[in-house]
């Protein structure tokens, strides 16, 4: 018979730590002991995840489009990737012009992997002969919720340079 159970460890959820593992040793006694001295051992790992993943390449490319008429709406695919060394990648979201966040697609591998690479397709009034600049913003969260952000500025125009 089990005599008592303790927390020996409690993390309140504002702490910050660096990622970290170690080995956590559970002790029960039994009761009544066969012979002084007598326990039982559970060896579990114990993995605490506090570092933000790392967005990379970012890039936002656009299709050239005509504008007759001086406005027509233009697509640009955005892509980056997201790495973290601990966990594995839960999702990614983006923000336009500090719009609401709005889910990502995952692009190749299952999502069940420290790496990933995300893709959107979004279009963007352009005005003939004139440049109108964005902010996307991209996110990307892994399973402890620690969050990886970019952003970059888009410019807007007919064509390219």
Same mark, same amino acid.
């Given at each position: ?8 460890? =409690?993390?309140?959820?504002?702490? &910050?730590?660096?990622?970290?593992a170690m080995a956590l040793v559970t002790v029960a ?6 012979? *002084? ?33 001086? =406005? ?44 990933? =690479? ?11 002969? =004139? ?7 991209? &996110?990307?969260?892994? *399973? ?17 340079k």
């Amino acid at each position: 018979m089990l005599v008592s159970t303790h927390t020996i460890c =409690h993390f309140p959820s504002a702490l &910050r730590l660096p990622v970290l593992a170690m080995a956590l040793v559970t002790v029960a006694a039994l009761q009544p002991a066969p012979a *002084q001295g007598t326990f039982l051992w559970n060896q579990s790992q114990l993995e605490v995840d506090s570092k933000p993943l790392v967005i990379s390449n970012l890039k936002v490319t656009g299709e050239d489009v005509d504008c007759e008429g001086g =406005h027509c709406p233009r697509p640009y695919r955005i892509t980056f990737d997201a790495k973290d060394k601990f966990s594995h990648i839960a999702r990614a979201e983006y923000s336009l012009d500090a719009g609401p966040w709005q889910s990502m697609k995952l692009v190749g591998k299952h999502s069940n992997s420290r790496r990933a =690479h995300y893709e959107i397709r979004i279009w963007l009034d352009v005005f003939d002969g =004139h440049v109108s600049e964005h902010v996307i913003t991209v &996110r990307a969260c892994d *399973q402890q919720d620690n969050l990886g952000v970019a952003s970059m500025v888009i410019e807007a125009r007919e064509r390219d340079k």
